[in-house]
């Protein structure tokens, strides 16, 4: 069920639910002996630095009997991690949403309906991630990135749901090589330690970015057409440092590469729907494609 709580119950209940969390589940002892020497402050409220890995057994049934039940899950720009609870069955809950400034919430809803809800209002459903990223070549666990917003599935998509993490908070990374881990920091507090190699987070990384620039050139193409001016970024997140950093010339290739690229792949795919795979046709058509130079 809902509850409507009024500010100062819900300073009351999030300053209680890191204690529990950073003690039971998360055993950071030390940093919740500094958290409690702060908490007499609202505004100093700092995330829960999240190890989805070591949220198994009673820390995990911690965690959900401090979340506030929801019948549904409404994400925001504050998201910071959506968990999938579908394969555990210790809980009845399919899902954990953490917030930054708010205690976590849970509900019966699969991850896949919350971000599916959340991502079609902002009028940019998962579906038009999954087609930028079949051009770009991203065969699985394919970002979602909308604006300054980008959100990472931990796994596939198509065949269960999956847990999803956000890169826009996101200011700093360190790996963990031995565990296999990385940690993201939010300035400079962390918080989410992933199961991920480095490899692998690296990768996703690229892929983000990429959206991320794709739709970056193409709103600026349109912003200097109509005579818009751009703001200023509220923070610099880890893929802002990305692309400023990546030794490769990301800005090698244009929007109008990018928009021909986009119309004549489309292009293919229906082709490919009329004439069938295995058409000699279609080889032909593939050569007269050209991709940015940046794929190419």
């Not at 993201?184 to 987070?201: D, R, V």
């Not at 912003?223 to 818009?228: I, V, Y």
Request: charge should be neutral; hydrophobic fraction near 35%; charged fraction near 25%.
């Amino acid at each position: 069920m809902n509850h409507p709580l009024d500010e100062q119950e819900k300073i009351r209940y999030f300053r209680r639910s890191q204690d529990i969390l950073f003690k039971r589940s998360v055993g950071h002892t030390d940093y919740a002996e500094r958290w409690s020497k702060e908490k007499q402050r609202p505004s100093t409220a700092r995330p829960f630095h999240l190890i989805p890995s070591k949220l198994t057994g009673q820390s995990l049934q911690d965690l959900v009997d401090m979340s506030f039940e929801q019948q549904e899950l409404f994400p925001d720009e504050e998201t910071y991690y959506v968990m999938d609870l579908s394969q555990n069955d210790d809980t009845p809950y399919n899902s954990l949403m953490f917030q930054l400034n708010e205690s976590p919430m849970k509900s019966m809803e699969t991850t896949t309906t919350v971000m599916d809800r959340y991502f079609a209002s902002l009028g940019s459903p998962y579906d038009l991630s999954l087609s930028l990223g079949a051009m770009l070549g991203f065969k699985q666990c394919t970002p979602h990135v909308i604006g300054e917003q980008i959100f990472l599935p931990d796994s596939g998509t198509s065949k269960k749901p999956a847990s999803w993490y956000t890169l826009h908070h996101v200011s700093k990374k360190v790996f963990c090589t031995k565990e296999k881990e990385v940690r993201l920091y939010a300035n400079k507090y962390p918080l989410l330690t992933l199961e991920i190699t480095k490899a692998s987070f690296l990768k996703q990384l690229d892929r983000a970015a990429n959206m991320y620039y794709i739709q970056w050139a193409w709103a600026e193409k349109q912003k200097q057409d109509f005579g818009f001016i751009s703001g200023p970024k509220s923070h610099e997140n880890i893929v802002h440092k990305y692309l400023r950093d990546n030794p490769y010339p990301l800005p090698s290739f244009t929007y109008i590469d990018y928009l021909h690229f986009f119309i004549s792949y489309y292009t293919l795919q229906v082709l490919i729907k009329i004439l069938g795979e295995g058409n000699p046709y279609l080889e032909e058509i593939r050569n007269h494609i050209k991709l940015p130079p940046y794929l190419a």
